[in-house]
């Protein structure tokens, strides 16, 4: 099963992606997929981590996801941003390259026997990217968001901390 939450920055993505996921079970995944290349973002790793309890296993993983020994287990993936960010900077900012590239992730992934809840951010609601690489991965992005949207169960948009189901 693949669930779609996705939303604004701060918008409480996480919160409820790993609320749903402890839920499910007392023991869930909870893979990261950003590359720390700040001591700012530093921080909101570190945020993010002492958020998590024990029962939480954590993995970092930039790719190849499908690969994780996930069998069977409640798994929240965060976040498409960060994971399309490996793509987009390993295929030097090629956006056909970068979303074949996460779609076969994508494919891969519901193949395995396991519950996803896959966070994204919407881009396209923020302002317009200064920038003709931000535009770029502002397109990928939605690109991307659409394609998981798609494969998923179930989709969910958070505003303000809370659900709004757009697919159930």
């Known amino acids: 099963m693949l669930v779609f939450i996705t939303g604004g920055v701060r918008s409480g ?21 950003a590359k720390i290349w700040d001591e ?4 909101r790793v570190r945020r993010h ?3 998590r309890g024990p029962e939480w296993t954590s993995i970092e993983a930039y790719r190849d996801l499908h690969l ?3 069998e069977g287990r409640v798994v929240v993936i965060d976040c498409v941003t960060l994971w399309l960010t490996n793509f987009f900077m390993e295929r030097e900012n090629d956006i056909d390259l ?19 809840m896959i ?25 991307a968001n659409q394609y998981v949207a ?11 901390g809370l659900p709004m189901f757009l697919k159930k």
Do not use: C
């Open 98 to 116: 970068s979303l074949s590239d996460f779609k076969k992730e994508i494919d891969k992934l519901v193949l395995v026997d396991a519950t996803f």
């Open 119 to 143: 966070i994204s951010n919407e881009l396209g609601m923020g302002m317009h990217a200064d920038t003709e690489v931000g535009r770029k991965f502002a397109d990928l992005q939605g690109w």
């Open 150 to 160: 798609d494969k998923s169960s179930e989709a969910v948009f958070m505003v303000s």
């Open 68 to 70: 994780l020994p996930l």
């Open 40 to 43: 700012d973002f530093q921080k």
């Open 13 to 33: 993505k996480s919160a409820y992606a790993m609320k749903r996921a402890k839920e499910l079970t007392l023991e869930p995944v909870y893979i990261a997929t």
């Open 49 to 51: 981590q002492d958020e």
